[in-house]
């Protein structure tokens, strides 16, 4: 007989978690803040179960689906083998009929309580739902209410939820939009910054007309390790050749994609130095991996709870990272609308050209000068490297 066993493994949402007996799956956890958050929550859900077991081959296998359909969004997970015996009977025709519900489609609580049994049992049906102990593999996240994304249990809340429907191509709810993954414009309003920035500061209010629209993108991240990862590998280098020491090191991991933090940590030194890596972002790149697998770092959801200096504190703990590729990360990848890199030479090199100073901004004197900014000044570092493009000719005045 198969010991029941638990243990971590990596996705693209983080590192979530999974438990089994010897008739299948007892328990899928989805990442939490924290590493020790999320083995706490799925020892919870497999009390009996041995940390780090090994895991038999379906359950090795019903990983490697898990993986594949958290970065792809298009695997069928029926096959996996479930062991709902501690389900009450309802539970369990719910979470059948639920399984038939694939990738990319969803379906309504009334619909589905009419499908085990009648409307009357919709409350049973979300109280089901409510204590899923098998996420994504029992499609929850593809329930909906009425007119709306209704609610989600896991960390995250209906962010997770719409990031998981966003991957599988699902069409989503007016109430979710707002909470898909982090790609394409900030969520804040960008019309009320530019607004409020035209009326409190002259200069700024011409820099923006002679730009034009802010158009900054946020850049594609699955999770904190990846987006410190591509953080350490673009640091003092241009983008070109950046991109292309990226490309590399993302060809020595499985299946096309960056090297998962314990495949990082496998890697030898050579073989990271080969792909163009200097010898201090080879530490910075294994710090980052050890870090990773030991929990340290939050996730990106978390972070959208913490405060900027929270973020920086907890983010410095990895070689190589500091304040300013810290903000960057919660810039580009958060997407937070009030980040102010002092200590960045080109937002500095932006006050000087577009104010006329005639030397470089000390850190404090751009401090000082970013409040008349707040609470929008990550939209005005962005206006102000474009100020430096706009000198060296790298960008054509708006018409």
Known sequence: MTPRGHRLFDTAFGRAGIAWSDAGLVAVQLPEATDADTLARLAARSPHGVEDAPAPAPVRD??????????????????????????PPFYQSVYARLREVTPGRTVAYADLARAVGGIGHARAVGTAMARNPLPVVVPCHRVLAAGGGGGFSAHGGLRTKARLLAREGAALPDDLLSFTVRTGTPEFPVDRALVALSKRDAVMRDLIATVGPFTLERSPAASTYEALARSVIYQQLTGKAAATIH???????????????????RLPDEALRGAGLSGAKVRALQDLAAKTLAGALPALDAMDSLDDD???????????????????????????????????????????????????????????????????RSVASWYLWRAVDLHRGTLAPAS
């Not at 996996?80 to 389900?87: F, K, N, P």
């Not at 990272?321 to 958060?334: C, H, K, N, P, V």
């Open 247 to 265: 490309g590399r090191v993302t060809a020595l991991g499985a299946d096309g994609a960056f090297p998962a933090p314990a495949d990082l940590a």
């Open 62 to 87: 019903s990983i490697a689906l898990l993986q594949r359909h958290l970065e792809t969004g298009r695997e069928d997970l029926r096959s996996i083998a479930l062991d709902l015996g501690a389900a």
């Open 310 to 376: 929270a973020i920086v504190a907890a983010l410095s703990s990895v070689r190589g990272i500091g304040r300013w590729s810290a903000e960057m990360l919660s810039m580009f990848t958060l997407g937070r609308p009030d980040v102010l890199p002092v200590g960045d030479y080109g937002v500095r090199n932006g006050v000087r050209l577009a104010y006329g100073l005639r030397e470089l901004p000390s850190e404090q004197e751009l401090a000082a000068r970013g409040e008349r900014w707040r609470p929008w």
